[in-house]
């Protein structure tokens, strides 16, 4: 049994970079984001479609979905009003009076003792109730139902702008459809065509009508045909 050793020894290696620190890494200037917004509430105008534009207005006005998602809006205002409210001062009023005291002489007292004349007497005062909201429990709330309410907003957008955009395709897939019938309609009426008008049939007809009375086929090469016969 025959056993090597050896050693040796391990040359100097260079120090390791330092990693760096992730709070330097930065990419410079970032664009500004453009703010993003829906088209105009009659888009579809731009067609010069009086039909699609009839189609749009009874649509816009009977759908279900729109009105139930107009609803949602109204109640989201309806709770930013109330959240709102919250932080107003929560009384405020203006009270006042006014009378005149006069003594009375019969209390007892030596004639002339007790003045008789009658003195005026007035109040005014003013009520305010405010609750600073030190914890920002109101402001909070009234925060969260302005978002709630922007985002029903947008909610109603969305499904305006989904119902015109179905309704705008499907009007243009119908269209498409009509054009294409109006141009299968036009081809068969060119000569030449199958199934073409009554009276306007072309030579390839007349040629298959003659080559199934003779019962030899039709076109330019029976002549090659009959004299190779």
Request: charged content about 20%; hydrophobic content about 45%.
């Amino acid at each position: 049994m025959l056993a090597l050793t050896g050693c040796a020894s391990i040359p100097q290696l260079d120090a390791p970079p330092a990693l760096r620190d992730p709070a330097t890494l930065s990419l410079g200037v970032r664009p500004a984001a453009a703010p993003g917004s829906f088209p105009d509430d009659r888009w579809w105008t731009a067609m010069g479609d009086p039909a699609l534009d009839r189609l749009m207005e009874e649509a816009l006005s009977a759908s279900p979905d729109l009105a139930a998602a107009q609803a949602r809006a109204r109640r989201a205002l309806a709770f930013q009003a109330q959240a709102k409210a919250a932080t107003l001062p929560a009384a405020l009023g203006v009270e006042g009076s006014a009378g005149a005291i006069r003594q009375s002489q019969n209390q007892g007292f030596p004639p002339g003792l007790i003045p008789g004349d009658v003195r005026d007497q007035g109040r005014i005062g003013a009520l305010l109730e405010f609750d600073l909201d030190l914890w920002g429990r109101k402001r909070s709330a009234l925060a969260a139902a302005t978002s709630a309410a922007m985002s029903a907003q947008v909610d109603v957008a969305q499904t305006r702008l989904l119902l015109q955009a179905a309704i705008a395709s499907a009007y243009a897939d119908l269209a498409g459809l009509f054009a294409s019938r109006d141009l299968a309609e036009a081809r068969l009426k060119m000569p030449g065509r199958t199934g073409a008008a009554p009276g306007a049939a072309g030579p390839r007809a007349g040629k298959q009508r003659g080559g199934q009375r003779s019962g030899r086929p039709a076109g330019p090469h029976r002549g090659r045909i009959e004299s190779a016969g």
